[in-house]
């Protein structure tokens, strides 16, 4: 509906509206003057009004009635309607006129008086009443009031002439004042149909805003200056577990989560207020963390009335950052800090030990055999340990010191505010260490096992930034496994030389780590010979050339290798250059008969394709395998003799031989040594090098020689360096020898050289 069509319509419905009562005022003015005319008008003059007076009445009252009852909207009908009202004002303006000549009794001024009267208020109710539309009003007071004028002034009399002249003011003065009349109803209907549309307009912008608000994703609720909700949305409601109709009113004054209190009020300073933190609610079982904005609420001449506040529930939010601050600072199995956290308290402490002189530990705490309980009780077994020890270790310490995982069986224990003396603090850091020992070496009872297990602990005492905290915690690792080494369930501090050799000992792992690639081991020789120095084999040593150290000889490096079972690609390497050079030997007939005799390592042997290994450089290098000779030590065959003797049997069915080198520093016995198949026998260097002098040595030989006669096997000593040496040993009836009496370990190209000069 377009402005005008709007206006006219309500024109239209507000003089429906006074029409019923202006019809009945009308019916009952006519009716009143009828009455009163009928003694000085003729009857049928009388009856010809009325009749005219009820047709219309009876025409408008039924247009206003079918009009009220069924209301239009489109603009054309509400037009026709106005016209069509216009029309029934119209004839009912001209019947009320017409009694301005048919109900005028000239000879009866009085009658005529009381004429004017009725068509003078008539005009004044028409007025009034069609007010709304000027058109309505102006033609109404003119058809009554116009007859009644021109009647009077042609009855031509004083009298009459000036009550035609009032008559006539009073039309003028009503249709002058109609028109300001009509323009304030005029006005009244267009203010009432903008203001509708206002209204409209809000509710419409009121119901957007609250859609907004009850689908937001966030909680939002308004309060007044006491602090009384006076809004809020469902998800606020839901956040606390409550309703709105319960939380609209509350008074946030009489909550049980107070600290909420200052930021809300806050807004009501006109400023932005904050809050995060924990939330309790008062009136439900809701509880969590929330974050919430709030601003202050204004009033249309900017006066503060209250406050809205948004609230973001972060309970999920702080979860998953709890939890992952948790893992990426505590162990999960143990709740321990791990070795992250523990650095980070360790760099703390060194600066509070700093400015406090007090000295501090690290105790590094590793269990012993912990593997082996793995192994055997599985993995659940061990993990209820390491819990066990944790809360063993935390009942060790006070409350201000940290205990810490940082894997597997590591535990550390750090120590602040000891002594300012080294004597002190280290005593202290030992008495702890000693309570460490005695807890964890009682009894775990881990589900139905009862279990035993003891700790190594190494300690090392800090004082200030002296160090960094990654070489603190070395030092302590270090010290730990100076405990393991002398002998477990023990106790040990760091010494500085004992750091030094671990750190060579780690250079020397990288060293070795890169020599095979790089070419930097060697084979040398050492000739052995027989009672006539005629040579019959000899022994390949491993040597490492070093680029800056020059020759390096086992002793240096053999254990490492062992430990780091470095030995293995090494070995093979061995072995492979051993058999090559028996392949070359085998060419020559100064060299056909001589055996080589390589040096395995106990890792090595017990490889499950040991066998394999040695039986495809065999086979590779096309030998003939009895003139490898694999020497091995007592220690390692005694290691698992059942498993040592079939792997020695699948050996001895390639061809090759064995030798038992190093012979009298184990504890062979000699029932075990009847078991192996093995072919000589070479009595150690340290034995041969005391025989002149010692007469234990000398017995201990002569035994060593007879027994392996006993055994069939062949003896040979090594480390002959004397010819005393040689004719005692021979005298006892040793007929091999390997010493620097008959040469030293030399370079192939010197060794076959040698060879050709004999
Ligand atoms: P070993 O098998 O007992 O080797 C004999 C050692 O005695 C050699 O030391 C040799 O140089 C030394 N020697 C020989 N005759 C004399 C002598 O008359 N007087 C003195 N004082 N010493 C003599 P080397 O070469 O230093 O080897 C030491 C140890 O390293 C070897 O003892 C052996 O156990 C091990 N080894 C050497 N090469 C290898 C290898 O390729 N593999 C393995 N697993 N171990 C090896
Ligand atoms: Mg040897
Ligand atoms: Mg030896």
């Known amino acids: 509906m377009n402005n005008k069509t709007e206006i006219q319509s309500a024109q239209l419905r507000q003089l429906l509206s006074v029409s019923k009562v202006s019809l009945i005022a009308s019916i009952f003015l006519a009716t009143i003057l009828a009455f009163m005319q009928r003694s000085v008008i003729p009857a049928t003059d009388l009856l010809v009004w009325c009749f005219f007076m009820v047709l219309a009445s009876l025409l408008r009252g039924f247009h206003v009635y079918s009009m009220l009852h069924s209301p239009v909207n489109d603009a054309a009908a509400v037009r026709a309607r106005l016209r069509i009202f216009r029309l029934g004002v119209v004839v009912a303006g001209a019947v009320w006129g017409s009694a301005g000549f048919l109900l005028y009794p000239a000879d009866h001024p009085q009658y005529v008086m009381f004429l004017i009267f009725a068509l003078a208020g008539m005009t004044a109710g028409g007025v009034a009443s069609f007010s709304a539309d000027l058109i309505s009003a102006v033609a109404f007071s003119l058809l009554i009031s116009l007859p009644i004028s021109i009647r009077l002034f042609v009855a031509g009399d ?33 203010l009432r149909i903008q203001a509708a ?102 009033d249309g001449s900017g006066k503060i009335v209250g406050g809205i506040a948004i609230v973001q529930d972060v309970t999920e939010h702080k979860t998953a950052m709890e939890k992952i601050n948790s893992l990426a600072f505590y162990d999960p199995l143990t709740d321990l800090p791990n070795r992250r956290l523990l650095l980070d308290r360790l760099q703390q402490a060194l600066a509070s030990s700093a400015r406090s002189g007090k000295e501090g530990a690290l105790l590094f705490i590793d269990l012993d055999n912990f593997k082996a309980l793995n192994d055997t009780l599985g993995h659940d077994m061990g993990d209820l340990l390491l819990q066990q020890v944790a809360q063993r270790l935390i009942a060790c310490v006070r409350e201000d010191d940290s205990v810490a995982r940082l894997g597997g069986d590591e535990f550390v224990v750090m120590l602040e505010d000891l002594g300012e003396l080294d004597l002190v603090a280290a005593a202290q850091t030992e008495a702890i260490g000693e309570k460490i020992l005695a807890t964890l070496g009682k009894p775990y009872q881990l589900a139905a096992h009862e279990y035993r297990c003891t700790p ?59 020599a095979l690639e790089k070419q930097q081991f060697h084979l040398h ?64 007939s100064l060299t056909r008969n001589l055996t080589l005799a390589v040096n395995v390592s106990a890792t090595q042997f017990h490889q499950p394709d040991f066998v394999a290994q040695v039986q495809a450089a065999v086979e590779r290098h096309g030998i003939n395998p009895v003139m490898l000779k694999l020497e091995l030590t007592e220690s390692m065959l005694l290691k698992n003799v059942d498993d040592t003797i079939i792997t020695m049997n699948a050996l001895k069915d390639i061809g090759v031989q064995f030798s038992l080198d190093d012979f009298g520093t184990g504890y062979s016995s000699l029932q075990y040594l009847s078991h192996l198949p093995l072919d000589q026998i070479k009595i150690d260097r340290s034995f041969v090098r005391d025989i002149a002098t010692d007469s234990s040595d000398k017995e201990i030989v002569g035994t060593i ?37 008959f040469g030293k370990p030399v370079p192939i190209e010197q060794f076959e050289a040698a060879l050709k000069q004999r």
């Open 158 to 190: 004083a009298l009459s002439v000036t009550m035609g002249l009032a008559v006539s003011l009073y039309l003028v003065f009503m249709v002058a004042s109609l028109r300001r009349i009509n323009r304030n109803v005029y006005e009244n209907i267009t």
């Open 525 to 588: 020789y050492q000739i052995q010979v027989d009672r006539l120095h005629r040579p019959i084999g000899a022994e390949a040593l491993l040597r490492w050339m070093h680029p800056e150290r020059g020759l390096v000889m086992p002793d240096q490096f053999i254990k490492v290798l062992e430990e780091t079972d470095l030995i293995l690609p090494i070995g093979k390497w061995v072995m492979e250059t051993a058999c090559a050079r028996i392949g070359v030997w085998q060419l020559d």
């Open 456 to 514: 190594s602990i190494g300690a090392t005492l800090f004082n200030g930034h002296q160090l960094a905290k990654e070489e603190l915690l070395k030092q302590a690792d270090i010290a730990m496994y100076q405990a393991k080494k002398a002998g477990r369930n023990t106790i040990r501090f760091f010494d500085q030389q004992m750091q030094d050799a671990v750190t060579a000992r780690v250079l020397l792992e990288g060293e070795l780590r890169k």
């Open 705 to 741: 020689i007879a027994m392996a006669q006993n055994l069939y096997l062949d003896v040979i000593a090594e480390g002959v360096e004397t010819e005393e040496q040689r004719q005692f040993l021979l005298g006892n009836g040793c007929n091999q020898f390997q010493g620097f009496l």
């Open 197 to 298: 549309a206002r209204e409209g307009k809000m509710r419409e912008s009121e119901e957007r805003y609250r859609l907004l608000l009850s689908h937001l994703p966030v909680g939002i609720f308004h309060y007044d200056t006491n602090l009384v909700v006076t809004y809020c949305n469902d998800q606020f409601a839901d956040m606390l577990h409550n309703s709105v109709d319960n939380i609209v009113g509350l008074e946030m004054k009489l909550l049980k989560e107070q600290s909420i209190l200052p930021s809300l009020r806050k807004a009501l300073e006109g400023e932005l207020g904050y809050y995060e933190g924990h939330y309790l609610a008062t009136y439900s079982d809701a509880e969590g963390w929330v974050y919430m904005t709030c601003a202050p609420s204004l």
